[in-house]
Protein backbone atom coordinates (compact mmCIF):
# COMPACT_ATOMS: atom_id res chain seq x y z
CA UNK A 1 0.00 0.00 0.00
CA UNK A 2 0.96 3.19 -0.82
CA UNK A 3 0.82 6.20 1.26
CA UNK A 4 0.09 9.98 -0.47
CA UNK A 5 3.33 11.98 -0.08
CA UNK A 6 2.58 15.46 0.82
CA UNK A 7 5.69 16.74 -1.42
CA UNK A 8 4.82 14.79 -4.80
CA UNK A 9 4.57 16.66 -7.98
CA UNK A 10 1.38 17.86 -9.67
CA UNK A 11 2.18 15.33 -12.41
CA UNK A 12 -1.34 15.72 -13.83
CA UNK A 13 -1.98 19.33 -13.69
CA UNK A 14 -1.33 21.52 -16.13
CA UNK A 15 -1.49 25.28 -16.40
CA UNK A 16 -4.48 26.45 -18.78
CA UNK A 17 -2.76 27.33 -22.08
CA UNK A 18 -2.00 23.50 -22.79
CA UNK A 19 -5.87 22.99 -22.73
CA UNK A 20 -6.25 22.27 -19.25
CA UNK A 21 -7.81 23.65 -16.18
CA UNK A 22 -5.83 25.49 -13.21
CA UNK A 23 -3.52 23.79 -12.38
CA UNK A 24 -3.91 21.69 -8.71
CA UNK A 25 -1.58 20.92 -6.04
CA UNK A 26 -1.79 17.29 -5.66
CA UNK A 27 -0.43 15.25 -2.18
CA UNK A 28 0.06 11.75 -4.45
CA UNK A 29 -0.79 9.65 -7.16
CA UNK A 30 -2.45 6.12 -6.06
CA UNK A 31 -2.50 3.38 -8.18
CA UNK A 32 -4.30 0.42 -6.77
CA UNK A 33 -5.04 -3.04 -8.81
CA UNK A 34 -7.36 -4.58 -6.53
CA UNK A 35 -10.57 -3.94 -4.26
CA UNK A 36 -8.49 -4.63 -1.31
CA UNK A 37 -5.25 -2.15 -2.37
CA UNK A 38 -8.51 0.55 -2.52
CA UNK A 39 -9.40 -0.97 0.59
CA UNK A 40 -6.12 -0.23 1.93
CA UNK A 41 -5.82 3.10 0.91
CA UNK A 42 -9.07 4.69 2.18
CA UNK A 43 -8.15 3.40 5.85
CA UNK A 44 -5.08 4.97 5.63
CA UNK A 45 -6.38 8.03 4.61
CA UNK A 46 -9.05 7.58 7.05
CA UNK A 47 -6.82 7.37 10.18
CA UNK A 48 -4.80 10.38 8.88
CA UNK A 49 -8.24 11.96 8.64
CA UNK A 50 -8.94 11.10 11.97
CA UNK A 51 -5.69 11.75 13.78
CA UNK A 52 -5.64 15.34 12.56
CA UNK A 53 -6.99 17.77 15.62
CA UNK A 54 -9.38 21.18 14.61
CA UNK A 55 -6.23 22.58 16.23
CA UNK A 56 -3.50 21.84 13.29
CA UNK A 57 -1.77 19.33 15.30
CA UNK A 58 -1.43 15.94 13.73
CA UNK A 59 -0.65 14.73 10.08
CA UNK A 60 -2.79 16.99 7.84
CA UNK A 61 -5.41 15.20 6.20
CA UNK A 62 -4.76 14.15 2.76
CA UNK A 63 -8.81 13.78 1.21
CA UNK A 64 -8.52 11.22 -1.69
CA UNK A 65 -9.80 11.70 -5.27
CA UNK A 66 -11.38 9.01 -6.93
CA UNK A 67 -11.15 8.87 -10.79
CA UNK A 68 -12.07 5.48 -13.49
CA UNK A 69 -9.92 6.23 -16.18
CA UNK A 70 -9.76 10.09 -15.81
CA UNK A 71 -10.84 11.16 -19.00
CA UNK A 72 -13.65 13.46 -18.11
CA UNK A 73 -12.18 15.64 -21.22
CA UNK A 74 -13.32 19.54 -20.95
CA UNK A 75 -14.45 18.96 -17.48
CA UNK A 76 -11.23 19.16 -15.64
CA UNK A 77 -9.87 14.97 -16.70
CA UNK A 78 -8.84 13.30 -13.45
CA UNK A 79 -7.92 16.83 -11.59
CA UNK A 80 -9.85 17.22 -8.18
CA UNK A 81 -11.75 20.86 -7.54
CA UNK A 82 -9.73 21.57 -4.46
CA UNK A 83 -5.77 21.53 -4.20
CA UNK A 84 -4.12 18.73 -1.55
CA UNK A 85 -5.90 15.74 -2.62
CA UNK A 86 -4.37 12.56 -3.63
CA UNK A 87 -5.83 10.88 -6.90
CA UNK A 88 -6.68 7.51 -6.47
CA UNK A 89 -6.92 6.43 -9.84
CA UNK A 90 -8.78 2.96 -10.77
CA UNK A 91 -8.20 2.44 -13.91
CA UNK A 92 -5.65 -0.47 -12.83
CA UNK A 93 -9.51 -2.47 -11.88
CA UNK A 94 -9.88 -3.51 -15.36
CA UNK A 95 -12.18 -6.65 -14.99
CA UNK A 96 -15.08 -7.82 -16.46
CA UNK A 97 -16.39 -10.23 -13.55
CA UNK A 98 -19.72 -11.44 -15.36
CA UNK A 99 -21.88 -11.16 -18.04
CA UNK A 100 -25.15 -12.40 -18.61
CA UNK A 101 -26.92 -11.77 -21.73
CA UNK A 102 -30.06 -14.13 -20.81
CA UNK A 103 -30.87 -11.54 -17.99
CA UNK A 104 -29.44 -8.86 -19.40
CA UNK A 105 -26.08 -7.31 -17.13
CA UNK A 106 -22.41 -7.11 -17.09
CA UNK A 107 -20.46 -7.11 -13.58
CA UNK A 108 -17.39 -4.30 -14.16
CA UNK A 109 -15.01 -2.41 -12.76
CA UNK A 110 -14.05 1.26 -12.76
CA UNK A 111 -11.41 0.88 -15.75
CA UNK A 112 -13.56 -1.20 -18.15
CA UNK A 113 -13.79 1.25 -21.34
CA UNK A 114 -17.01 0.90 -23.76
CA UNK A 115 -14.62 -0.48 -26.09
CA UNK A 116 -13.43 -3.74 -23.86
CA UNK A 117 -17.27 -4.31 -22.99
CA UNK A 118 -18.82 -3.59 -26.11
CA UNK A 119 -16.25 -6.42 -27.54
CA UNK A 120 -16.88 -8.78 -25.25
CA UNK A 121 -20.91 -8.98 -26.70
CA UNK A 122 -19.68 -9.08 -29.84
CA UNK A 123 -21.65 -12.11 -31.29
CA UNK A 124 -24.43 -11.91 -28.39
CA UNK A 125 -28.09 -10.74 -28.56
CA UNK A 126 -27.04 -7.84 -25.99
CA UNK A 127 -25.43 -4.37 -26.50
CA UNK A 128 -24.31 -1.59 -24.11
CA UNK A 129 -26.09 1.53 -24.46
CA UNK A 130 -22.71 3.61 -25.79
CA UNK A 131 -22.10 7.37 -25.65
CA UNK A 132 -20.68 9.53 -28.87
CA UNK A 133 -17.18 9.95 -26.62
CA UNK A 134 -14.44 7.70 -27.08
CA UNK A 135 -14.67 4.19 -27.05
CA UNK A 136 -11.93 4.30 -24.03
CA UNK A 137 -13.75 6.22 -22.06
CA UNK A 138 -15.11 4.26 -18.68
CA UNK A 139 -18.60 2.69 -18.51
CA UNK A 140 -18.77 2.93 -14.88
CA UNK A 141 -17.36 6.91 -15.25
CA UNK A 142 -19.86 8.39 -17.10
CA UNK A 143 -22.48 6.32 -15.21
CA UNK A 144 -21.60 8.27 -12.25
CA UNK A 145 -21.83 11.57 -14.27
CA UNK A 146 -25.18 10.59 -15.34
CA UNK A 147 -23.68 11.34 -18.86
CA UNK A 148 -25.88 10.60 -21.84
CA UNK A 149 -26.15 7.22 -24.11
CA UNK A 150 -27.06 7.00 -27.38
CA UNK A 151 -30.60 5.56 -26.11
CA UNK A 152 -30.95 6.62 -22.98
CA UNK A 153 -29.33 8.30 -20.27
CA UNK A 154 -26.87 6.02 -18.75
CA UNK A 155 -28.11 6.81 -15.18
CA UNK A 156 -30.76 4.30 -16.72
CA UNK A 157 -28.30 1.59 -16.96
CA UNK A 158 -26.86 1.01 -13.37
CA UNK A 159 -28.99 -1.63 -11.59
CA UNK A 160 -26.26 -2.08 -8.36
CA UNK A 161 -22.83 -0.37 -7.05
CA UNK A 162 -20.01 -1.78 -5.14
CA UNK A 163 -18.63 0.42 -2.46
CA UNK A 164 -15.88 1.59 -0.62
CA UNK A 165 -16.90 3.49 2.05
CA UNK A 166 -14.83 5.98 4.19
CA UNK A 167 -14.28 4.11 6.98
CA UNK A 168 -12.86 1.43 4.22
CA UNK A 169 -16.19 -1.03 4.91
CA UNK A 170 -17.08 -2.73 1.66
CA UNK A 171 -20.82 -2.94 0.56
CA UNK A 172 -23.34 -3.32 -2.27
CA UNK A 173 -26.64 -1.18 -3.20
CA UNK A 174 -29.05 -2.02 -5.33
CA UNK A 175 -29.60 -5.55 -7.48
CA UNK A 176 -26.42 -7.86 -7.43
CA UNK A 177 -25.99 -11.20 -9.25
CA UNK A 178 -26.17 -13.26 -5.71
CA UNK A 179 -27.12 -16.93 -4.61
CA UNK A 180 -30.55 -17.23 -3.79
CA UNK A 181 -31.03 -13.11 -4.49
CA UNK A 182 -34.06 -12.20 -7.37
CA UNK A 183 -33.87 -13.66 -10.18
CA UNK A 184 -35.06 -10.17 -12.32
CA UNK A 185 -32.57 -7.57 -12.53
CA UNK A 186 -34.37 -4.79 -10.57
CA UNK A 187 -32.07 -1.95 -10.12
CA UNK A 188 -34.50 -0.14 -7.66
CA UNK A 189 -35.47 -3.46 -5.38
CA UNK A 190 -37.49 -3.37 -2.33
CA UNK A 191 -37.41 -0.71 0.15
CA UNK A 192 -35.25 2.57 0.03
CA UNK A 193 -33.44 2.88 -3.04
CA UNK A 194 -29.54 3.60 -2.33
CA UNK A 195 -28.00 3.55 -5.95
CA UNK A 196 -28.24 7.41 -7.08
CA UNK A 197 -27.03 8.33 -3.44
CA UNK A 198 -23.17 7.49 -4.76
CA UNK A 199 -24.03 9.05 -8.58
CA UNK A 200 -23.05 12.67 -8.56
CA UNK A 201 -21.67 11.97 -5.31
CA UNK A 202 -17.99 12.26 -3.42
CA UNK A 203 -19.02 10.20 -0.32
CA UNK A 204 -17.77 6.94 -1.70
CA UNK A 205 -14.65 4.81 -3.91
CA UNK A 206 -17.07 2.45 -6.73
CA UNK A 207 -15.13 -0.29 -7.32
CA UNK A 208 -17.82 -2.43 -9.26
CA UNK A 209 -21.10 -2.27 -10.60
CA UNK A 210 -23.55 -3.92 -12.45
CA UNK A 211 -24.29 -2.40 -15.50
CA UNK A 212 -27.95 -2.75 -17.46
CA UNK A 213 -27.46 -4.10 -20.93
CA UNK A 214 -30.11 -3.48 -24.03
CA UNK A 215 -31.11 -6.08 -26.76
CA UNK A 216 -29.27 -5.98 -29.66
CA UNK A 217 -31.60 -3.75 -32.21
CA UNK A 218 -32.85 -6.10 -35.30
CA UNK A 219 -32.40 -3.26 -37.47
CA UNK A 220 -30.93 0.44 -36.88
CA UNK A 221 -32.39 3.27 -39.38
CA UNK A 222 -30.62 6.66 -38.93
CA UNK A 223 -32.70 9.82 -40.77
CA UNK A 224 -30.08 12.43 -41.28
CA UNK A 225 -32.33 15.47 -41.35
CA UNK A 226 -31.40 19.39 -41.89
CA UNK A 227 -32.55 23.02 -41.46
CA UNK A 228 -31.90 26.43 -41.74
CA UNK A 229 -30.40 28.31 -38.68
CA UNK A 230 -33.80 31.02 -39.08
CA UNK A 231 -35.38 27.89 -38.71
CA UNK A 232 -34.04 26.75 -35.70
CA UNK A 233 -37.29 26.93 -33.26
CA UNK A 234 -39.57 25.49 -35.80
CA UNK A 235 -37.69 22.43 -36.24
CA UNK A 236 -37.26 22.30 -32.84
CA UNK A 237 -40.99 22.36 -31.93
CA UNK A 238 -41.54 19.33 -34.77
CA UNK A 239 -39.11 17.08 -33.39
CA UNK A 240 -40.61 17.60 -29.72
CA UNK A 241 -44.27 17.45 -31.04
CA UNK A 242 -42.96 13.81 -32.55
CA UNK A 243 -41.06 12.81 -29.68
CA UNK A 244 -44.17 13.73 -27.56
CA UNK A 245 -46.44 11.64 -29.49
CA UNK A 246 -43.64 8.85 -29.28
CA UNK A 247 -43.25 8.82 -33.40
CA UNK A 248 -40.05 8.86 -32.38
CA UNK A 249 -37.68 8.12 -30.07
CA UNK A 250 -36.08 10.55 -27.37
CA UNK A 251 -32.74 9.98 -28.67
CA UNK A 252 -32.56 12.60 -31.23
CA UNK A 253 -29.13 14.51 -31.78
CA UNK A 254 -29.22 17.55 -32.95
CA UNK A 255 -26.06 19.58 -34.44
CA UNK A 256 -25.48 23.43 -34.96
CA UNK A 257 -24.20 24.63 -38.00
CA UNK A 258 -20.74 24.38 -36.61
CA UNK A 259 -21.11 20.57 -35.00
CA UNK A 260 -22.21 19.83 -38.32
CA UNK A 261 -19.84 19.95 -40.16
CA UNK A 262 -18.29 17.05 -38.54
CA UNK A 263 -20.66 14.95 -40.24
CA UNK A 264 -20.06 16.85 -43.73
CA UNK A 265 -22.84 19.35 -43.34
CA UNK A 266 -21.73 23.12 -43.99
CA UNK A 267 -23.60 26.11 -42.80
CA UNK A 268 -26.85 24.18 -41.68
CA UNK A 269 -28.38 22.37 -38.51
CA UNK A 270 -28.08 18.90 -38.70
CA UNK A 271 -30.85 16.46 -37.11
CA UNK A 272 -30.05 12.28 -36.24
CA UNK A 273 -33.17 10.30 -35.59
CA UNK A 274 -32.43 6.81 -34.78
CA UNK A 275 -34.86 3.94 -35.31
CA UNK A 276 -34.46 0.96 -33.66
CA UNK A 277 -36.43 -2.56 -33.59
CA UNK A 278 -37.98 -4.90 -36.28
CA UNK A 279 -37.64 -3.94 -40.47
CA UNK A 280 -41.21 -3.96 -40.36
CA UNK A 281 -41.19 -1.05 -37.23
CA UNK A 282 -38.80 0.70 -38.57
CA UNK A 283 -39.52 1.40 -42.27
CA UNK A 284 -42.92 2.60 -41.50
CA UNK A 285 -41.41 5.02 -39.30
CA UNK A 286 -39.07 5.62 -41.94
CA UNK A 287 -42.67 6.55 -44.12
CA UNK A 288 -44.20 8.27 -41.84
CA UNK A 289 -41.64 10.56 -41.03
CA UNK A 290 -40.58 10.84 -44.73
CA UNK A 291 -43.91 12.25 -45.65
CA UNK A 292 -44.12 14.57 -42.77
CA UNK A 293 -40.85 16.47 -43.89
CA UNK A 294 -42.22 16.36 -47.65
CA UNK A 295 -45.09 17.80 -45.79
CA UNK A 296 -45.52 21.92 -47.38
CA UNK A 297 -44.30 24.45 -44.75
CA UNK A 298 -41.99 21.60 -42.64
CA UNK A 299 -39.07 23.47 -41.27
CA UNK A 300 -37.46 20.27 -41.80
CA UNK A 301 -35.31 18.68 -45.35
CA UNK A 302 -33.77 15.04 -45.89
CA UNK A 303 -30.27 15.27 -45.84
CA UNK A 304 -27.54 13.03 -47.84
CA UNK A 305 -27.51 9.67 -46.37
CA UNK A 306 -23.64 10.48 -45.86
CA UNK A 307 -24.85 12.48 -43.33
CA UNK A 308 -25.32 9.57 -41.16
CA UNK A 309 -22.27 7.32 -42.00
CA UNK A 310 -21.44 4.22 -41.27
CA UNK A 311 -19.81 5.13 -38.04
CA UNK A 312 -23.18 6.57 -36.52
CA UNK A 313 -25.20 3.57 -37.45
CA UNK A 314 -22.69 1.50 -35.81
CA UNK A 315 -23.00 2.96 -33.28
CA UNK A 316 -26.56 3.07 -32.27
CA UNK A 317 -25.84 -0.59 -32.95
CA UNK A 318 -23.53 -1.11 -30.09
CA UNK A 319 -20.40 -1.59 -31.86
CA UNK A 320 -17.55 1.09 -31.13
CA UNK A 321 -15.19 2.13 -34.04
CA UNK A 322 -12.40 1.13 -33.52
CA UNK A 323 -10.36 3.94 -35.06
CA UNK A 324 -12.50 6.55 -32.93
CA UNK A 325 -13.45 8.28 -35.84
CA UNK A 326 -16.14 10.36 -34.86
CA UNK A 327 -14.14 11.42 -31.82
CA UNK A 328 -11.32 12.74 -33.35
CA UNK A 329 -13.44 15.03 -35.85
CA UNK A 330 -15.54 16.26 -33.06
CA UNK A 331 -12.51 16.79 -30.55
CA UNK A 332 -9.24 17.63 -33.08
CA UNK A 333 -7.55 15.17 -31.08
CA UNK A 334 -5.30 12.65 -32.80
CA UNK A 335 -6.13 9.76 -30.35
CA UNK A 336 -7.61 9.49 -26.91
CA UNK A 337 -4.68 9.05 -25.09
CA UNK A 338 -2.94 12.24 -26.28
CA UNK A 339 -5.85 14.40 -26.29
CA UNK A 340 -5.75 16.57 -22.66
CA UNK A 341 -1.59 17.07 -24.66
CA UNK A 342 -2.53 18.14 -27.92
CA UNK A 343 -5.77 19.82 -27.77
CA UNK A 344 -7.72 23.06 -26.03
CA UNK A 345 -10.69 21.72 -25.26
CA UNK A 346 -13.27 23.19 -22.80
CA UNK A 347 -17.01 21.64 -22.23
CA UNK A 348 -20.43 23.46 -20.96
CA UNK A 349 -23.13 21.34 -20.54
CA UNK A 350 -26.42 22.93 -19.63
CA UNK A 351 -29.95 21.65 -19.71
CA UNK A 352 -32.70 23.16 -21.60
CA UNK A 353 -36.47 23.11 -22.08
CA UNK A 354 -37.35 21.06 -25.15
CA UNK A 355 -39.24 24.09 -27.06
CA UNK A 356 -38.20 25.91 -29.68
CA UNK A 357 -38.42 29.35 -28.03
CA UNK A 358 -35.85 28.28 -25.39
CA UNK A 359 -33.30 26.21 -28.01
CA UNK A 360 -33.44 29.04 -29.87
CA UNK A 361 -32.58 31.30 -26.87
CA UNK A 362 -29.96 29.11 -25.58
CA UNK A 363 -28.41 29.46 -28.92
CA UNK A 364 -28.31 33.31 -28.73
CA UNK A 365 -26.77 33.06 -25.07
CA UNK A 366 -24.25 30.84 -26.96
CA UNK A 367 -23.25 33.32 -29.73
CA UNK A 368 -23.32 36.32 -26.85
CA UNK A 369 -20.72 34.57 -24.84
CA UNK A 370 -18.68 33.51 -27.73
CA UNK A 371 -18.39 36.77 -29.44
CA UNK A 372 -14.67 37.81 -29.22
CA UNK A 373 -13.52 33.90 -29.93
CA UNK A 374 -14.10 31.03 -32.24
CA UNK A 375 -17.92 29.82 -32.50
CA UNK A 376 -18.13 26.69 -30.60
CA UNK A 377 -19.70 23.30 -31.56
CA UNK A 378 -23.46 22.41 -30.04
CA UNK A 379 -24.53 18.85 -29.64
CA UNK A 380 -28.14 18.92 -28.23
CA UNK A 381 -29.18 15.44 -27.02
CA UNK A 382 -32.89 15.02 -26.42
CA UNK A 383 -33.58 13.70 -23.18
CA UNK A 384 -37.48 13.58 -23.12
CA UNK A 385 -40.18 15.37 -24.22
CA UNK A 386 -39.69 18.25 -22.10
CA UNK A 387 -35.75 18.83 -21.62
CA UNK A 388 -32.60 18.66 -24.34
CA UNK A 389 -29.18 18.78 -22.87
CA UNK A 390 -26.54 21.18 -24.72
CA UNK A 391 -22.63 19.63 -25.50
CA UNK A 392 -20.68 23.09 -25.82
CA UNK A 393 -17.70 22.62 -27.25
CA UNK A 394 -15.33 24.72 -26.71
CA UNK A 395 -11.90 24.50 -29.10
CA UNK A 396 -8.87 26.45 -28.88
CA UNK A 397 -5.01 26.06 -29.84
CA UNK A 398 -2.99 24.57 -27.00
CA UNK A 399 0.47 26.62 -27.10
CA UNK A 400 -1.49 29.94 -27.76
CA UNK A 401 -1.92 31.41 -24.12
CA UNK A 402 -4.00 34.15 -25.46
CA UNK A 403 -6.50 31.89 -27.45
CA UNK A 404 -6.17 29.56 -23.57
CA UNK A 405 -7.51 32.61 -21.56
CA UNK A 406 -10.42 34.04 -24.20
CA UNK A 407 -11.70 30.02 -24.26
CA UNK A 408 -11.87 29.98 -20.44
CA UNK A 409 -13.20 33.62 -20.36
CA UNK A 410 -15.70 32.29 -22.62
CA UNK A 411 -16.65 29.50 -20.64
CA UNK A 412 -17.11 31.97 -17.30
CA UNK A 413 -19.54 33.99 -19.53
CA UNK A 414 -21.56 30.72 -20.33
CA UNK A 415 -21.96 29.85 -17.23
CA UNK A 416 -22.85 33.82 -15.91
CA UNK A 417 -25.81 33.79 -19.02
CA UNK A 418 -27.65 30.46 -18.67
CA UNK A 419 -27.24 30.88 -14.86
CA UNK A 420 -29.29 33.56 -15.07
CA UNK A 421 -31.96 31.69 -16.85
CA UNK A 422 -32.13 29.05 -14.13
CA UNK A 423 -30.85 26.89 -16.97
CA UNK A 424 -27.62 24.89 -14.68
CA UNK A 425 -25.37 22.30 -16.14
CA UNK A 426 -25.98 18.78 -15.41
CA UNK A 427 -22.40 17.82 -15.90
CA UNK A 428 -19.78 21.11 -13.97
CA UNK A 429 -16.35 21.36 -14.79
CA UNK A 430 -13.66 21.30 -11.88
CA UNK A 431 -13.42 25.46 -12.08
CA UNK A 432 -17.60 25.94 -12.12
CA UNK A 433 -18.55 23.31 -9.57
CA UNK A 434 -21.95 23.25 -8.21
CA UNK A 435 -22.88 24.94 -4.86
CA UNK A 436 -22.32 22.06 -1.77
CA UNK A 437 -25.35 20.29 -0.88
CA UNK A 438 -27.78 22.94 0.56
CA UNK A 439 -30.18 20.81 2.30
CA UNK A 440 -29.61 19.56 6.30
CA UNK A 441 -30.83 16.16 4.68
CA UNK A 442 -27.78 16.02 2.17
CA UNK A 443 -25.32 17.27 4.67
CA UNK A 444 -26.63 14.94 7.49
CA UNK A 445 -26.25 12.29 4.90
CA UNK A 446 -22.39 13.54 3.77
CA UNK A 447 -21.39 13.96 7.08
CA UNK A 448 -22.75 10.33 8.20
CA UNK A 449 -21.13 8.60 5.32
CA UNK A 450 -18.20 10.59 5.29
CA UNK A 451 -17.65 12.75 8.50
CA UNK A 452 -13.88 13.30 8.73
CA UNK A 453 -13.33 14.37 4.95
CA UNK A 454 -11.53 11.06 3.64
CA UNK A 455 -12.76 11.65 0.30
CA UNK A 456 -12.27 15.32 -1.25
CA UNK A 457 -15.30 17.51 -2.58
CA UNK A 458 -16.35 17.06 -6.17
CA UNK A 459 -17.25 19.27 -9.12
CA UNK A 460 -21.22 18.41 -7.65
CA UNK A 461 -20.26 19.13 -4.01
CA UNK A 462 -18.39 22.69 -4.39
CA UNK A 463 -16.89 24.60 -2.20
CA UNK A 464 -19.95 26.14 0.73
CA UNK A 465 -21.08 29.51 -0.14
CA UNK A 466 -20.35 32.21 2.77
CA UNK A 467 -22.07 32.11 6.07
CA UNK A 468 -24.85 34.64 5.87
CA UNK A 469 -23.85 37.83 8.10
CA UNK A 470 -25.81 37.52 11.15
Known amino acids: MTTPRTDAPAAS ?29 VRAAAARAAAASPDGGGPA ?33 DRIREIDTLRGYAVVEPGVTQDLLARHLTGTDRVLNLTGASRHTSVIGNILERGVGLHRTRAEDLAGLELVLADGQRVRTGWWPVPGGPAVVQPHGTGPSLNHLFTQASWAAVTAAVVRLRPRPRTVAVL ?8 LAAAVDVLREWTAGHLVPATAKIYDPV ?38 GSPLEHASPAAADAEVHAAYAGCPDPADTLFRRK ?33 GLVRGATADAAAPGITMNVLDADTVDHVVTIGFAPGDPVAARRAHQTL ?21 PLPAPHTALHRRLRDALDPHGVFSRGRFEGPQPPAAAP
Open 13 to 41: ASPPETGRFRPRRLAGLLRPRTVEEVVGH
Open 224 to 231: PLTFPADR
Open 61 to 93: PVPLHPVSTGRNWGLGSALPVRDGAAVLDLSGL
Open 331 to 363: TGGCCARCLDRERGLLMFLPLVPFRGTAVAEAA
Open 412 to 432: DRLHTAFAARGWLPYRPDVDH
Open 259 to 296: AARTYGVPGRYLAHIALTGDAEVTDALTRIVGDRVRAP
